[in-house]
Structures are given as C-alpha cells and as structure tokens.
C-alpha cells in the first residue's frame, strides 16, 4: 500500500491511517515527495510522479515489491493517476482511492498560488486550478486501473463538484463515493473514511478475481 500526501503537507500526515491499515495486516509505505524546504509537497505533479515511479522500481529491484494500491490525499491523488496513466504504473498498480482528490481542480488552489508568490516559486499550485494543463491531460486519459474517489461536501479546500468521478460508457471501474461532516486534512484520519478505504480496497480485489 503506497500513501502519497497532498499539496503543503508532509507524509506525517498519514501517521494514524499507516497505524490502522497496518493493523489491518496490509504492508504500508509513503515517503517524502519534496519541495519547498526539501519536505513539503509543492514540486509540479510530473516531477512528483516520476519520482514515484523511480522510487517503487528501486524497490522492486532491491526488494521484490509487487503491485501495489494506492491511496492519494488531495494533490496525492492526481499524482498517482499521472503515475499509472503516464509512466509506467498501469503494469505495477492495482488500484487508486483517492481522498479529496480535485480531479477536475479546484478554485481554492488561487490561495496556493498567490502564497507561492504568483509564480516566482516554483509549484504545482496552477496546475490544481480547474481547466490547467494537468487537469485536462488527466481528464482525456481514462484510468487504466480501479479508481474510487472519497471526497465530503464539509470539505471546503476541494468542493465535492471538483472531486466527483465522470466516468465514460466502457471505461474501467470508477467510484464515488460521499461522506459527510468531514473537512479536508480530517479525510486522512476520520473513521468513516477508513471503512471506505477498506471497501474500495476489497471491490479492487473481487474485480481483480474476475479478470483473473
């Protein structure tokens, strides 16, 4: 299980889900994506997905790692589908959840922008905004693998309408799925959402049965 933090966060943020899927009998793993001060998640998304991409093969090779799920918190998310959809995750990959993940960017993603000064810093902060670049690359390319979407209307960094799923006639597997009462960083450890984790996780594993 790979966890990948979102937009100015660390991977500290995953303390209490690592805890309870490790519990759980699952193997977890995150690591730090850099940034700004060499920790927080601020380096554009194609830079952060290969540098999963990096990461995960030094694992395979030194280590055996197998495919792997993946749970994305906001940025996270976008991060792991440009992973699968464009380097090499499709074969290494067997789900995506991701957790108030803007798949179709967020208007609040201006705040980030004019923290990072509007430019001068370099960020992924314009590619969270809705119709940028990233966002409209993500949207023509359908998900080569499961991908389920928890996302809450309390959620006020990414309004639900910015993380709810539009899945195409004959596209793979896609889910939404709505909690309630749930604010943005509260989505990485509210128990609700857990269980919704556990869920998706175990529909990825009956759809994977079927194929096989």
Sequence with gaps: MLLLHGFFQTRNIWEVMEDRLRHAGYGVLSFNLGGLFWRFNTHPIDRSARLVADKLAMLRQRHGLGKVH????????LIA??????????DWVKSIITLGTPHHGTPTAAIGVALMGFGLLPTSARELLPRSRTIRALAEDE????????????????????????????????????????????????????????????????REQERT
């Design 70 to 77: 993946i749970i994305g918190h906001s940025k996270g998310g």
């Design 81 to 90: 589908r440009r992973y699968v959809q464009s380097y090499g995750g499709d």
């Design 143 to 206: 998900s080569p693998v499961p991908l389920t979407s928890i996302y809450s209307r309390e959620d006020l960094v990414c309004p639900h309408w910015c993380s709810v799923l539009r899945p195409e006639q004959g596209a793979s597997p896609m889910d939404n799925v709505e909690v309630r009462g749930v604010g943005h960083s509260q989505l990485v450890w509210d128990t609700t959402v857990y269980q919704a984790v556990l869920d998706a996780l175990e529909r990825a594993r009956d």
